[in-house]
């Protein structure tokens, strides 16, 4: 992957476990969530109907639209238990402290995820 794709998003230390932020790259909104120290970047349009999904409610690794509530893995970007709609996610690297997502290489077909720790 070239470096020049890597586009910084902040500080490591800004986004403590728990925690999210919202991050404009070239006008594209980007959210970047801290879920257990590891770092999910994904974009901030619902699959459904480009609802902001920035503020919806988490659950473990489980992200609902505020619009119409559908849920997903935000390791994945996938609905749990169903097929079609996906989050669009895209990788993120951490350098000498910073944050840096890579917006050319979208996470096409993610990998299986682990269980979730989600209460449902
Ligand atoms: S726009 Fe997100 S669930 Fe409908």
């Known amino acids: 992957?070239?470096?020049?794709?890597?586009i910084p998003v902040g500080a490591v230390d800004e986004l403590g476990p728990g925690q999210r932020k919202l991050?404009?790259?070239?006008?594209?909104?980007?959210?970047?969530?801290?879920?257990?120290?590891?770092?999910?970047?994904?974009?901030?349009?619902?699959?459904?109907?480009?609802?902001?999904?920035?503020?919806?409610?988490?659950?473990?690794?489980?992200?609902?639209?505020?619009?119409?509530?559908?849920?997903?893995?935000l390791r994945t970007g996938c609905m749990p238990g169903a097929s079609g709609l996906s989050l669009?996610?895209?990788?993120?690297?951490?350098i000498d402290g910073k944050l840096f997502v890579s917006l050319e290489d979208p996470v096409a077909s993610p990998a299986p995820a682990p269980a979730c720790n989600a209460a449902s």
Not at 88 to 93: E, G, K, M
């Open 88 to 94: 669009t996610t895209f990788p993120v690297r951490t």
């Open 1 to 6: 992957m070239n470096s020049s794709d890597q």
């Open 23 to 73: 991050a404009f790259i070239n006008g594209r909104g980007i959210v970047l969530f801290n879920i257990d120290g590891t770092i999910h970047a994904i974009d901030n349009a619902c699959p459904h109907q480009g609802a902001s999904v920035a503020n919806g409610h988490l659950d473990g690794c489980l992200l609902s639209c505020p619009a119409h509530g559908l849920r997903f893995d």
